[in-house]
Antibody
Framework: QVQLVESGGGLVKPGGSLRLACAAS????????MTWLRQAPGKGLELVSY????????YYADSVKGRFTISRDNAKNSLYLQMNSLRAEDTAVYYC?????????WGQGTLVTVSS | DVVMTQSPLSLPVTLGQPASISCRSS???????????LTWFQQRPGQSPRRLIY???NRDSGVPDRFSGSGSGTDFTLKISRVEAEDVGVYYC?????????FGPGTTVDIK
């Protein structure tokens, strides 16, 4: 069955960096768009970035453009999100999901807290 | 950006009664490939979102048939024919036609 497991979250100071990872299993990873989404505490959902299977199509939300970088390693069935210059407003649970236009499978999420 | 609005934002329902959530987009969601990328998600308390409906009306595997989606263009609806206790949570619509893909604010469904 499809499984997505995020890791790498934690507490970081403003201006700091984190790298999130998402380990995928149960499907042909390279055949699917993958997406990072986030949900600030008590708030709604925001799609942060998504990437095609061949990495030729990448989009970012304006709120993270120039600071976050999405990537994938199809040989390792893994998705990544490098987050630099973190701000307090980046505090959220970060989810990886399979698919872009209609994310169908979601992981359990990893909490990123940006605070001094 | 495409703005997604939902109504109502709060929906108290009686068990066994129907419920309906409206979702409207600020632009048509018909994509150049002919599909309309309007998706419904359910988020139960303390859980990750779960996709219920994709491309307006296609129910995901394992989703009870009491859930149905309909609509076209800019106007969409999620219906629950008979609400059960396990349906409590927040329901979001999302458009995947125009980047950046955007979500509605969510509708909280709880039991009266």
């Amino acid at each position: 069955q499809v499984q997505l497991v995020e890791s790498g979250g934690g507490l970081v100071k403003p201006g700091g960096s984190l790298r999130l990872a998402c380990a995928a299993s149960g499907f042909s990873f390279s055949d699917h768009y993958m997406t990072w989404l986030r949900q600030a505490p008590g708030k709604g959902l925001e799609l942060v970035s998504y990437i095609s299977g061949g990495e030729d199509i990448i989009y970012y939300a304006d709120s993270v453009k120039g600071r976050f970088t999405i990537s994938r390693d199809n040989a390792k069935n893994s998705l990544y999100l490098q987050m630099n210059s973190l701000r307090a407003e980046d505090t959220a649970v970060y989810y990886c999901a399979r698919g872009g236009r209609a994310p169908g499978y979601w992981g359990q999420g990893t909490l990123v807290t940006v605070s001094s | 950006d495409v703005v997604m609005t939902q109504s109502p934002l709060s929906l108290p329902v009686t068990l066994g009664q129907p419920a309906s959530i409206s979702c409207r987009s600020s632009q048509s969601l018909v994509y150049s490939d002919g599909n309309t990328y309007l998706t419904w998600f359910q988020q139960r308390p303390g859980q990750s979102p779960r996709r219920l409906i994709y491309t307006v009306s296609n129910r995901d595997s394992g989703v009870p048939d009491r859930f149905s989606g309909s609509g076209s263009g800019t106007d969409f609806t999620l219906k629950i024919s008979r609400v059960e206790a396990e349906d409590v949570g927040v329901y979001y619509c999302m458009q995947g036609t125009h980047w950046p893909f955007t979500f509605g604010p969510g509708t909280t469904v709880d039991i009266k």
